[in-house]
């Protein structure tokens, strides 16, 4: 079946620090990936999607590109701040699964002044 | 537009009882899935429910089961309940039809004694 793997945390930065999080999936067919950030006591939001190979989604400084040859999705950022400290879940979708997000284990940020 | 709600936001409950847990999707959306948030399974999908009917199903047991009503409310009901089922269970919902953005709801945190 579908999986995701990212790296664990917790990743702990100084502000302005460049971020790098991996994530890499198994799946069938070609399926969408997303980037979700979970704030502490809130649900999850979307950070940023692509949709089919060499997309690239990008949202608020942060960015991943859609690599098919490597299976991988890694979200980076050029200068982190504290504001960004949450916890970052990488996931999918299979475009032959309605909405169903397969998720991986994510991966907790935390920024120091 | 007000998000997605759902209630109540904490329950707590003993063994063997069974609980009802309730999401309202923002206005306009008919598809609503659910997601069981653990800290040793991580995110996992429960279900997905589109115009009344499950779409979709994720491997748990059927003491899990969930509707949807005709105003596209959503519930989910566990019954027997087992200590293992804490956990922070989240409701998304988007747009009719597949690849629409899924907004997550802040959550209701079960837990079971």
């Known amino acids: 079946g579908d999986s995701v793997t990212q790296m664990e945390g917790p990743v702990t930065l100084s502000e302005e620090a460049f971020l790098t999080i991996n994530c890499t999936y198994t799946a069938t067919g070609y399926p969408s990936l997303f980037w979700y950030v979970q704030y502490p006591g809130e649900g999850l939001q979307l950070l940023l999607k692509?949709?089919?190979?060499?997309d690239k989604g990008s949202n608020k400084g942060f960015e991943a590109t859609y690599r098919k040859e490597t299976t991988s999705f890694h979200l980076e950022k050029g200068s982190v701040q504290v504001s960004d400290s949450a916890v970052y879940f990488c996931?999918?979708?299979?475009?032959?699964?309605?909405?169903?997000?397969?998720f991986g284990g994510g991966t907790r940020l935390m920024v120091k002044p | 537009k007000a998000g997605v709600t759902q209630t109540p936001r904490y329950l707590i409950k003993t063994r063997g009882q069974q609980v009802t847990l309730s999401c309202s999707p923002i206005?306009?959306?008919?598809?609503v899935s659910w997601y069981q948030q653990t800290p040793g399974q991580g995110l996992q999908f429960l279900f997905e429910y589109f115009s009344e009917t499950q779409r979709n199903k994720g491997n748990f047991p059927g003491r899990f089961s969930g509707r949807q009503f005709s105003n596209s409310r959503s519930e989910m009901n566990v019954s027997t309940l087992e200590l293992g089922d804490s956990a922070l269970y989240l409701c998304a919902s988007s747009l009719a039809g597949e690849r629409n953005e899924q907004f997550f709801g802040p959550g209701t945190r079960l837990t079971v004694l």
């Open positions: 996931a999918l979708r299979n475009n032959n699964a309605g909405n169903m997000l397969t």
């Open positions: 206005s306009g959306h008919r598809s």
């Open positions: 692509a949709t089919k190979a060499d």
